[in-house]
């Protein structure tokens, strides 16, 4: 099967562009002081953030290169072709925006409850392709290189078919909220029992964990 080209988003991430989500820091405390492994760790923006023993996966050899000069800790590797650690490996996973490219999400979420200890802990973070904001500004994602589009509904499905339960709550993302003046705003749209939350946000967290 031929993969897609990410060239264009490793020219991002090689730019410095690509940053942290401005939801994370409210999944950050379930991965705090655990070893996490980071799926598609790409600039490794998140991978720095983990205790030092984390690893990354990533495919991309120039991004590779980028993250090991960083001093971190990144194997070249493509989930579809399996996870190269024992059972039980890890207390926690991050997978952030990785899902939707894969062809086979079923599996690599498989594999990841494989690796994870019992009740490890799993980050997912996955775009809403279709909300608002999209639509409006007629936004591609990475060039098209997204295979599948996940509602939270579907999401939860797919987790608890492959032996996970939800931790906690959904946490969704609004863009460009990240700093002070914004922050405040990002709390009360996550925290305020609003309706029609996935519409008007672009991303979000689910917090899992590993039951069977």
């Not at 760790?41 to 990354?56: E, Q, T």
């Not at 952030?96 to 690796?115: C, Y």
């Amino acid at each position: 099967m031929q993969k897609a080209d990410y060239s264009g988003f490793v020219d991002i991430c090689l730019s410095g562009k690509h940053t942290v989500t401005s939801s994370f820091r409210y999944v950050f405390p379930y991965l705090f002081g655990k070893k996490v492994l980071d799926v598609g760790c790409a600039s490794g923006n998140y991978l720095s953030l983990f205790r030092s023993d984390s690893v990354g996966i990533e495919r991309e050899i120039k991004l590779i290169e980028h993250i090991r000069n960083k001093g971190l800790n990144v194997i070249e590797r493509d989930i579809e072709d399996g996870l190269p650690f024992d059972d039980c490996s890890f207390e926690a996973v991050f997978c952030g925006d990785a899902l939707e490219h894969l062809p086979a999400p079923i599996k690599a979420l498989a594999e990841i409850n494989r690796i994870l200890t019992h009740n490890g802990i799993f980050v997912l973070g996955l775009p809403i392709e279709n909300c608002l904001i999209r639509k409006l500004f007629r936004l591609d994602y990475f060039g098209g290189t997204h295979l599948y589009s996940f509602s939270t509904a579907n999401a939860k499905k797919l987790l608890s078919m492959t032996g996970f339960e939800i931790a906690d709550k959904i946490y969704f993302d609004i863009p460009r909220c990240q700093n002070k003046p914004f922050s405040w705003l990002l709390d009360s749209f996550n925290y305020l029992p609003l309706p029609l939350k996935e519409l008007v946000s672009m991303h979000y967290y689910i917090v899992a964990r590993k039951i069977r």
